[in-house]
């Protein structure tokens, strides 16, 4: 179980703990936009989830922004999560005047990072499987969120991050990082202009869908949660080539994050945006598994009139699993 | 997703392809017939994962005949997933009717399963089975039927979960808040809007969890729409940290002039941190409602708050806020000052292009100068005027920001008030601006013309002083492409010349830069001209320009001025022209060849030599081997002659390979460089093996 933390953090003011002054602290926060050293109470304090090789990038980056401070580290995979531990820990020491630092916690279950009252946003970076499932976890749990993309497996399982993510009034920014870099966003306001006119058409190239495969059972490494890696998946047997266990994998876009955590604007990727991108991806992938072109009705997200194509809109996740 | 069909493609970590192949028994001919066969493996003794595979099938095209065989497997460890991936899109009721009648059978994982594949059917029928589940002693099963009774919302649905609040342990309470927050929503969309609002005013009075009290606060103010104000600013006024950040976040679902009305007229009575989220809060709404408080919030106060009123207003863009711009770019705040400068280049709008060319006419040259600056970040082209107005302002500051702003914005039209600009300079300054944007306008009317190009040297590196890498070879050496190069219209360098007439001085000097940066024979023929010039200083600057000329055409003078110059450092310039000049040529290599060999007798100076031999390096025939070789043994040459002779003996070993053979034995002795000795090494033997043949 986790160790509770009971310091004065950004969480702590943010629940309205004592008679604390908010306007030193937002002002401040707001006002410094992150430039130059951040006050601890004003750090975002992050856990992150699957460490992998999207993962490991993030966290490189995430190490050399002065308003994060990254608190606990979750992966199944135990070398991933201790890799990472000890990585957080030797830059935080590097920074401080004894030399020392012990303060990221490791974890196996996501859940039992998510429970930590004191992390204030997670940045998920596990398998596509997870991301719907993880992004709602977090959500309910109080969390902003940031998870990589795609974001969710299916149209349903958009809708309802963005559902949930709107509910409860996170911050969610997808991982899609051109939408915080300037040549598109340029590129964007030109064509909102009409730089090139009027668009009436758009063409999207579909890469094709990934094949299901039949690999054969190997032993699951010690240090592997293989029941916790596959999470809401179809179950498979392990086989080192679904994961390679014990090998490294390979404002910004977050600083737009931690502005929208500060101020709970809209970060540059919004669930809504994120998700509508996702679903043109799984759009192209029903159209390739039935064959056929297909309507579609944004508003209502059918394909209407076609209770065939309607049916690959949702998949049922592996027990214990929900959204 | 087609999986039993598709060919086994390993799933490599970045493999992204996937390819359908039909079935080894052959497509079926109907989704009748493809059913049967699904059903048939569920009933046979297949392997689990071809089980699996039809389970998943059965989800796309399975009817009421899939269902029986679909839930025999739901207790089934290993295929109760895939029973329900296959039951919960099946549209007949009876796959409903099999999932409630599992719930008494299954426990553990199995249970949560079915009752969440009963919460995506939205089955109201299983309301009466699920409730009691929600006491259920395995903490998994109670927070699953909470979420399944949320999704499915109806009236019993809600008692049911409102009934258990009062109770409910902690380890359940946010995933029953979470089904009683999507049974309001279900509740508010069908129109039943004080049931809804019941619950969120319950949800948001709860202590924690936080996001529980944000979520109900949220669906409160949304739910009663404009009635929701009243609640939304009673939030904001609070001291709940929570409750503000969620109003901030929901007046921005709301939107509307209404929204930002009430934002505004709350500013004022905020703190300063409160204000500081409004604003931008504002800003986003991007409601002109908001400027005047905008306005005022930025005019004074603290600072961080005058800067958020200031960022805000682009997001706004009204233009109405670049007179109020322009007044705090004189503020005595640096900060401020230099945040309304930034905003007011961001807002768009011919009345803001208005206000900032109004700036033109400011008293203060500060003023001015940011006015034309703005001008050309904005690229505001009609303002060409007024900016050659200000090119002629009594500060120079003013004069050389308004030339510099010219150089970006003005075309062909330009180019004899330019000139004449030119010609006015008062100062170095001014000159050099003027020069400078005569050369950007001039580049920016070229156009393409076709040429042809030999390519006879290639780099990759950090050009021009960083590590490179010699990549000729790859890149085709010696094919000719047909390049188009531009080429500046005839009425920029017509004009160019015509006012070199009249310049003197700097202005003369200047005007040949621009010309020299143009290029084209008609250009040469001015520096040529000039070259004669009267005035000491510009027939300096002209000789040496030619020196520099960067096409074969100038190569005859160049040639001349090396050997007839009575200036030596013209001489040594000139004579380094022709030497980079002469291979540009399109001769033959002959006529390149002499006309090196020429150049190396009029070099008195080893640098020249040098650049003479590495020239001769680029020409791969044996007359050029044989006018390197000599100087392999020259103590200040031998290194530039070994990788000329190496660079040479690599083209014409197998012609010449008596001759590579003799050059080869010299350059080990030759060169420092370990790479250029075991290059010559390789070309002996190959030049041995050629001679032998």
Redesign the interface.
Known sequence: MPTKRVALTRRA????AGAI????????S??LGGEGAAAPSNRIALGFIGIGAMGQGHLRCCLDLPEAQIVGVCDVDRWRREHAKAAVETRYAEQRPGGQYRGCEAYTDLRDLLARDDIDAVIIATGDRWHALATSLA????KDVYCEKPVSLTVRQARAMV?VV?????VFQGGLQQRSSGEFIRACDLVRAGAIGKVRVVYVNH?????????PAEPVPDGLDWDLWLGPA??HPYNS??H?YGRP?ARSHHQNWFDCIR????PASDVESACRSTIVSHLG?IA??T?RSLAWDPAREVFPDD??A???L???????W?? | ???SK????????M??????ASLALGAPSSATEQEAKLIAVLKSDAPQ?EK??AC?EL???GTKKAVAPLAALLGDE?L???A??G???N?DPSAGVALRDALGKLKG??L??VI??L??RHDTKAVGPLTPLLQNADD?VAQ?AA?ALGTIGTPPAVKALLDALANVSDANR??LC?GI?RSA?TLAADGKRDDALDIYDRLRGLKK????R??GL??AILVRGKDGLPLLLEALRG????L???A???A??MGGADVAKALADELAKL????K??II??LG?LGDKTALPALLAAAKRG????R??AIRAMPMIGDAAAAAALVQLMEDAEADVAKAAQECLAALSGPAVDAAIAAMLKDKDPLVRCTGVELLGRRRITSAIPTILKAAEDPEESVRVASLKTLGALGGEPELQPMLALLVKAKTPAETQAAEGALSAICARQARPVAGNVVIRKAVYGALPDGPTVDVTKKVAENDALTITASVAPPACVNALCAAIAKAEGPAKLAIIRVLVSVGGAKALDVVRDATKDTNAEVKDAALRLLCEWSTAEALPDLERLARTSPDAKVKILALRGTIRLIPQQNVPDEKKLASLKEAMALASRTEEKRLALAALGGIHTAGALALVAPHLTAPDLKEEAAMAAVGIAEKIVQSHPAQVAEAMQKVPAATTSKQVAQRAQKLLDQAKKAASR
């Not at chain 1, 002054?21 to 401040?28: E, Q, S, W």
């Not at chain 1, 094709?208 to 039949?214: M, R, Y």
Request: charge should be positive; proline fraction near 8%.
């Open positions: 003011l943010l629940k309205g002054a908010l306007a030193p602290y937002v002002a401040a707001l006002a959500v309910k749990a109080g559902d709107r509910r409860y009034g996170r890469p094709g869908t990934v094949a299901d495969v039949d690999l179809l179950w080539r679904f390679p994998p101020t709970r604007h809209q992938c390739h598994w064959g209770a065939e309607c049916r690959w949702a998949r049922a996740m592996r027990s214990p929900h959204l | 997703m087609p999986t598709t060919c086994h493609v390993l799933l490599a970590a493999c992204l392809v996937g390819v359908a994962k699996a595979d998943r989800g796309h095209v290993k109760a997933h895939m329900r991936y039951l919960e899109p549209p994982r199995l949560v399963g969440g594949s919460g995506v998994d699953a979420r946010a995933a979470e927050l929503e969890p936080h996001q529980v944000t979520a949220r669906g001291d709940d940290l929570v503000v950040a969620a901030a976040r929901t921005m679902e703190p300063a941190g409160k500081i989220l931008q809060t986003k603290e600072k961080p708050v800067l958020a």
